[in-house]
């Protein structure tokens, strides 16, 4: 098995660490788009230890990791708010749809506020694209997941032209 193999293995799984592999699967993702001086490396020898900080993915792992986590996402009753923060990590348009309907099911549903507050964490990434579902959630969502889509509207509309 590969490193990302195992990782995705731990994050669905039911041990304590898939967590910890949630984490590194965000944090591998962030780095990929990262613009770092050389030598610098953003604090993740101390969040990831020596083996994981120096990883760099392939874009086949990219996608692999995105495309794993986006369906794990859309297929939880129950929507583990963890591995959409790792989906936001990697600001990749692929997610985009997973976080609209994401936003929209928790809506409906009107539980999971920690999912809801990561989907439009994600969602306002794509902004001017993702306005019309910033917009219900800011209309039809419930306390503080609609006043975070009304602040992220009112900040984000500041660079509509």
């Known amino acids: 098995m590969t490193l990302i193999a195992d990782l995705l293995n731990t994050a669905f799984s039911r041990r304590k ?8 699967l965000g944090l591998l993702l962030e780095e990929k788009r990262a613009k770092r001086p050389p030598g610098e490396d953003g604090g993740l020898l101390e969040l990831l230890g020596p083996e994981l900080a120096t ?5 086949a792992e990219r996608t692999e ?4 986590l986006s369906n794990a996402v859309l297929k939880q009753r129950k929507i583990n708010h963890s591995m959409i923060w790792a989906l936001n990590k990697s ?3 692929r997610i985009f749809p997973v976080l609209a309907t994401v936003l929209k099911r928790t809506l409906r549903v009107g539980s999971q ?11 306002a990434l794509f902004y001017p694209t993702s306005k019309s579902v910033l917009e219900e959630a ?15 509207l009112e900040r984000l509309s500041l660079y509509d032209d």
């Open 138 to 152: 800011a209309r039809l969502g419930q306390g503080e997941v609609r006043e975070q889509a009304q602040e992220l």
């Open 17 to 24: 660490t898939s967590l910890d592999a949630i984490g590194a």
């Open 91 to 93: 600001a990749d348009e």
């Open 113 to 123: 506020e920690d999912a809801a507050s990561e989907a439009l964490n994600g969602l």
């Open 65 to 68: 990791i995105i495309e794993a």
């Open 55 to 59: 990883y760099r993915l392939s874009d």
